[in-house]
């Protein structure tokens, strides 16, 4: 198959939700974008974050993706340079390996002539990440809840309320790798926990499309948060800050990063010069387009 150059776009993505742990996930309006050019001597060129950090060979998860997918289509790859630019940071909460994934499942589609559908895209990339809620709306976009069923990892999309206002606070220095924050879990739930979670996640579907004003119980958790927060103390403090101050928060992923909801009489306020504010949008999700 003759393909041309051509540019993958990948959004950020928070995913849990406060109680819907490895469930629930949002697009945002961060993305990386990665430009794929076919001939020349082969590799990778990257700008923005993890420029200083991220490996550009086969170690890349991108190009591990690539291969990946390669061996399960049995097809042949051409030679082809990649250019990064990134605006999802990386071990934030942000789904930076979810947009890797992502990126390195569409551009192996698109080399290999696969026409894999989004389903198909979306198992590869659930089992590369290891469950779907970032991965599928990186793929797909929007406020997704994410499920296995016995056809595999599906998805279903929620209709956001045109009021929700989402702020991301990102700490600028403040790091904590997915699997730490995975290593901290509990290994058993009790049921009034196991409850609890329950009640908030379908309250959480409630106030995203209907009622807003239900976000401040909704985003209550009792599985990872309360695991994950003392492991960064700073976005701890700023969480405590905001639930006190009646704003609607939880963390986001993995964290450290949080995400807020404004309502015009809770404004999300600057965190500190250790913070970026960002007041971000519900995005689409990844896309291909001609270089």
Not at 3 to 15: H, K, L, N
Not at 38 to 57: A, F, K, N, S, V
Not at 113 to 121: N, V, Y
């Amino acid at each position: 198959m003759t393909v041309g150059e051509f540019r993958v776009t990948v959004p950020a993505t928070v995913a849990n939700l406060g109680p819907g742990f490895d469930v629930f996930g949002m697009a945002v309006d961060l993305a990386n974008h990665v430009t794929v050019r076919l001939g020349g001597p082969p590799g990778m060129e990257i700008r923005g974050e993890g420029e200083t950090e991220l490996p550009r060979d086969a170690a890349s998860l991108i190009f591990r993706t690539i291969a990946h997918l390669a061996r399960e289509a049995g097809g042949g790859l051409p030679e082809f340079r990649l250019e990064c630019d990134n605006a999802v940071p990386l071990q934030r909460g942000l789904g930076s390996s979810s947009a890797a994934i992502v990126a390195g499942l569409l551009i192996g589609d698109r080399l290999l002539g696969s026409d894999l559908g989004p389903d198909r895209l979306l198992e590869l990339a659930a089992d590369l990440e290891g469950h779907a809620d970032n991965v599928a709306p990186a793929l797909l976009g929007g406020v997704r809840i994410a499920y296995l069923s016995k056809d595999g990892w599906r998805t279903v999309a929620l209709a956001p309320h045109a009021d929700l206002r989402p702020v991301l606070l990102i700490p600028l220095e403040d790091r904590l790798p997915t699997e730490d924050a995975r290593r901290v879990l509990p290994t058993h739930v009790s049921r009034a926990d196991a409850t609890f979670n329950l009640s908030r996640s379908a309250l959480l579907v409630l106030a995203l499309t209907e009622r807003p004003e239900l976000l401040v119980d909704a985003l209550e958790d009792r599985l990872h948060q309360q695991a994950r927060l003392p492991l960064v103390p700073a976005s701890r403090a700023v969480f405590e800050d905001l639930r006190d101050a009646g704003v609607p928060v939880c963390v986001a992923g993995a964290g450290p990063t949080l995400l807020a909801f404004e309502s015009p009489g809770r404004p999300v306020r600057d965190a500190g010069a250790a913070w970026r504010t960002h007041r971000a949008t519900i995005s689409a999700g990844a896309s291909i387009t001609e270089a």
